[in-house]
């Protein structure tokens, strides 16, 4: 039997769409966008590749990011990972 560790990466706890009933992010508050700082995320990141766990998915809400932030945010986020 093969077992790894595996991280879900989250880049912010806040969506702009909330209104899905099963979905956390819907149940947070709107006038708090709460996102993680880039810093923190590559961070994860690192740590990840370093001890060599597989990253299962990258997740977070609508528009917790402008479109140039979240394109900067992958690519450097591809930059750690690649
Ligand atoms: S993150 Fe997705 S599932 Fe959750 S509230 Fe936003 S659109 Fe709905």
Known sequence: MKTWFERAIFFSWYCSIRDCAYCYMSTQPKTKKAVRSQA???A????CKKLKWKIGFISGGIKAFS??????LLKNMYKVTA
């Open 40 to 42: 923190s995320i590559l």
């Open 44 to 47: 994860e990141l690192i740590i």
């Open 67 to 72: 479109k140039r932030e979240f394109r900067d």
